[in-house]
């Protein structure tokens, strides 16, 4: 039996997209989440560790230079201290609100796709599909 798909109900195709958008993007995100929350804490000590430099000779402190204020890279280290002090729930939440996002962007895309899908199909009658009733037993390979 053959038939024809002469039109995709766009909500569908939103519905489908989104969801798949988001299952898609939730392992990557919180991978990506962890990353910048460990290369923010690599950073941040980093940063730190320029915040007092003392500089000798022959045994003698001279002066301690805080690079941190002379190159005026206070805002970065604040920014980095408040990344790395945050909860587990908030980089949960950051994650979550990632996949979300995607999958609104998936489901924009996918939505984009049926309806020039429908417009197409409507000029040349869409995609035929040849069709068979599933009761029979398939063959082993």
Known sequence: MKV???RFHLSSL???GC????V???LPSLLCG???VGLAGI???WLEGWQEVTLTVLGRQITTLDFV???GLEGVLDTLQVLTSASVAVLLLSVLLMALVTGVLLALMTILVGIAYN???AATGGVVVEMEPATRPRPRE
């Open 4 to 6: 024809a798909i002469r």
């Open 14 to 16: 939103g519905q489908m």
């Open 19 to 22: 969801l798949l958008g988001v």
């Open 24 to 26: 898609a993007a939730f």
């Open 34 to 36: 962890l990353l910048g």
């Open 43 to 45: 950073a941040r000590k």
């Open 69 to 71: 204020r002379l190159l």
């Open 119 to 121: 417009l197409l199909a």
